[in-house]
């Protein structure tokens, strides 16, 4: 079950016997047989039967109660790459926002992290692969553009700020002129010595 399953909308396809192709159909509400108890929402299922969870527009509330429930797992891995503390794999609560992954993986480096823009990357059921970069705001709660749940297998890569990337720069030239520098030194030092 992901946070986008519509739990209300969920449909149950059978086979009618000694037919081709015709089906008989029962629309389902599984939220009435989860928080109410409504066993008719809960039929026996067939070998063949298909089972059709709706999707959602936005995350529901009864969803995200049921991920403490044992419908989903109770917790999920996530990785945090990037200008953290403790770049790696995460394990965190199932529903965890964004902004709760990057603190688990020791916050945001001091001068370092660009601490707006942080990508999600995200590979989806079907293989295929989405990044969103967003605009966060550390103190805001869960929300689709600025905060968003993540789920299992979430990367969350927290990118470098100019400073870094000039201070970078910097060092990658200087580090082979200190080389070189060592090097002209040790040769006056001989040359001194005869």
Do not use: C, H
Not at 54 to 66: H, I, N, R, Y
Not at 119 to 140: F, K, M
């Amino acid at each position: 079950m992901t946070l986008n399953a519509n739990l209300a909308d969920v449909q149950l396809q059978r086979r009618i016997p000694r037919t081709v192709d015709q089906l008989k159909q029962t629309n389902l509400d599984l939220t009435a047989l989860l928080f109410q108890g409504d066993k008719r929402q809960n039929p026996f299922l067939f070998d063949g039967d298909t089972i059709v969870v709706g999707k959602a527009t936005t995350p529901q509330s009864q969803v995200m109660e049921l991920a403490a429930a044992n419908l989903s797992p109770q917790s999920i891995r996530v990785n945090v790459i990037g200008e953290v503390l403790n770049p790696g794999r995460v394990e965190v609560k199932a529903n965890t926002p964004l902004v709760q992954a990057i603190l688990a993986a020791g916050g945001p480096k001091n001068w370092r992290a660009k601490r707006s823009d942080v990508e999600l990357v995200r590979i989806n059921r079907n293989g295929s692969a989405t990044r969103q970069l967003l605009n966060i705001n550390y103190s805001a709660g869960v929300s689709n553009l600025r905060n968003p749940p993540l789920r299992d297998g979430d990367t969350v890569v927290v990118n470098r700020s100019t400073y870094a990337i000039a201070s970078d720069a910097i060092g990658a030239i200087a580090t082979p002129l200190t080389g070189l520098v060592n090097v002209f030194a040790l040769v006056d030092l001989i040359n001194n010595n005869k």
